[in-house]
């Protein structure tokens, strides 16, 4: 089974500052799908960002974007010019992209870091 | 507005009692999806439907069950409560068969279990 690993239960950075969350996965499959999802105080899960595992080149949507090392299963997300809205939990998930018979296109998500933006 | 409702927001009861979590997905999603998020934790996959079908399921609980109806809404029902099976749970919809979409999540249910 795949599992999805946030070893940064917490990080702090002071707005307009970069600071990039660590996600690294296992996986045997060559095909795959990541994602980024924020959930702020309001508990919302919104999608930040996502990545196709055939596609080299790095997602990038605004102030977001992702560094994917596929031999080393590692896919960090870097947050640039940090605003105070920013502030909330991510998480980083991961979804098979293997079509077998009675395949699930279910994510599965590490527990998570708490970004906090200092003023 | 991600366009999955859920309902009840906020759901108080006690140990031992039954309750039903709805969730009504976006126009047109197929697939539903549940998730159990308890505190310090991430979000556990419970159970997935697929055009009122079970598609894959989690670590769910054989106390828990859910369905999906042919207007595509669904329900989990959680029976014989727990204390620790307080959370916030959460449902999830995506355009059928489609890997590179992602889920789009409701505002879920906070479930407290006293």
């Known amino acids: 089974a795949q599992t999805v690993t946030q070893s940064q239960p917490e990080m702090s950075v002071q707005e307009a500052e970069t600071v990039t969350l660590s996600c690294t996965y296992d996986t045997s499959e060559s095909d795959y799908y990541l994602f980024w999802y924020k959930q702020p105080p309001s508990r919302q899960m919104i999608l930040v960002i996502r990545?196709?595992?055939?596609?080299?080149q790095n997602a990038t949507e605004n102030r977001f974007s992702v560094n994917f090392q596929k031999a080393a299963k590692s896919f960090s997300l870097k947050i640039s010019d940090s605003q105070l809205g920013d502030a909330a939990m991510y998480f980083c998930a991961y979804r098979s992209g293997r079509r077998t018979q009675g395949g699930s296109e279910k994510l599965v998500f590490g527990k998570g870091t708490k970004l906090t933006v200092n003023p | 507005d991600s366009g999955v409702t859920q309902t009840p927001k906020h759901l108080i009861t006690a140990t031992g009692q039954r309750v039903t979590l709805r969730c009504s997905p976006r126009?047109?999603?197929?697939?539903v999806y549940w998730y159990q998020q308890s505190l310090d934790q991430g979000l556990q996959f419970l159970i997935q439907y697929y055009n009122g079908e079970e598609r894959a399921k989690g670590n769910i609980l054989e106390r828990f069950s859910a369905q999906q109806f042919p207007d595509l809404h669904s329900e989990l029902n959680l029976s014989s409560l727990e204390l620790g099976d307080s959370a916030l749970y959460f449902c999830a919809s995506s355009v059928a068969q489609a890997y590179n979409s992602p889920l789009h999540f409701g505002n879920g249910t906070r479930l407290t279990v006293t």
């Open positions: 990545q196709e595992a055939y596609k080299q």
């Open positions: 126009s047109g999603d197929l697939s």
